[in-house]
């Protein structure tokens, strides 16, 4: 996603299709936010300049956009390892016992997976999850009014788990149309080579070049639906490659 300078340039491709199907501005500018484009970044700054950049943009065809409550698609990537899960005892509480112990486990799955999500990124691999009950089963928590010596700081654990949740449907979800300028790393720490290795993608590509940039790559492809563009904006590689 970077500061947002892809999303602007299709932004205006977008209204321009809308404009022809018929749309008012204003109307455009809101869809577009809301159900077309798409950024992750693991830099919070880089975040803020692309949410402030579209934001901005949708201003410009809809003057009362930032006081609808549009949410745009934009996330950036936190660690979870601040997360209380003492809290998700009191999630759920209006569902069975096997859909919480259920709802729990996959929590945990995420919250586990998302530990170093600022470094891993987007090539973090999750497993299908359906993100619409897990959602419910955050919101689920006790009444308003009666709030245990437990329940402390839990809207914070909400906010960030919902956070998660989000990033994992950005994550597992298909796209028409996917553009990125992949990060250029001859090195890769520890971790992040731990969270790749031992696949058979990664393998091949080690065979060529074991580069951060290939493995961004082949997940954007694979993030594609059939019959569908994925486009990568990527400089000389010798530049960042060893002889």
């Known amino acids: 996603m970077g500061s947002g300078h892809i999303l602007?340039?299709?932004?205006?491709?977008?209204?321009?299709i809308y404009l022809e199907e018929g749309y008012m501005e204003r109307e455009a500018a809101e869809s577009i936010i809301e159900n077309n484009l798409y950024g992750l970044d693991i830099d919070k700054r880089a975040y803020q300049?692309?949410?402030?950049?579209?934001?901005?943009?949708?201003?410009?065809y809809s003057r009362?956009?930032?006081?609808?409550?549009?949410?745009n698609n934009l996330r950036v990537f936190e660690d979870s390892t601040d997360?209380?899960?003492?809290?998700?005892?009191?999630?759920?509480?209006?569902?069975?016992?096997?859909?919480k112990n259920k709802a729990i486990?996959?929590?945990?799955?995420l919250i586990k997976e998302f530990e170093?999500?600022?470094?891993?990124?987007?090539?973090?691999?999750?497993?299908?999850?359906?993100?619409?009950?897990?959602?419910?089963?955050?919101?689920?928590?006790?009444?308003?009014?009666?709030?245990?010596?437990?329940?402390t700081n839990i809207e914070k654990t909400?906010?960030?788990?919902?956070?998660?949740?989000?990033?994992?449907?950005?994550?597992?979800?298909?796209?028409?149309?996917?553009?990125?300028?992949?990060?250029?790393?001859?090195k890769m720490s520890s971790k992040l080579k731990k969270s790749m290795l031992g696949g058979i993608i990664i393998r091949i590509i080690r065979k060529i070049y074991f580069r951060y940039l290939f493995i961004i790559m082949w997940k954007c492809v694979n993030k594609v639906d059939i019959q569908h563009i994925c486009h990568h904006l990527y400089g000389c590689l010798y530049l960042v490659m060893k002889s």
């Not at 602007?8 to 321009?16: S, T």
């Open 64 to 71: 009362r956009i930032l006081n609808k409550g549009i949410d």
């Open 158 to 186: 909400k906010e960030k788990l919902n956070h998660i949740l989000d990033i994992s449907e950005m994550l597992n979800n298909k796209y028409e149309i996917m553009i990125t300028n992949p990060p250029y790393l001859n």
């Open 105 to 109: 486990k996959d929590i945990e799955y």
């Open 116 to 151: 170093n999500a600022k470094e891993i990124g987007s090539v973090l691999k999750l497993k299908d999850l359906d993100i619409e009950f897990l959602r419910k089963f955050v919101e689920d928590t006790e009444v308003e009014g009666q709030i245990s010596f437990g329940d």
């Open 49 to 60: 300049l692309a949410y402030f950049a579209l934001m901005m943009k949708g201003r410009q």
């Open 83 to 99: 997360i209380n899960e003492e809290h998700l005892d009191y999630m759920g509480i209006s569902m069975s016992e096997k859909k």
């Open 8 to 16: 602007i340039y299709a932004f205006e491709i977008l209204m321009q």
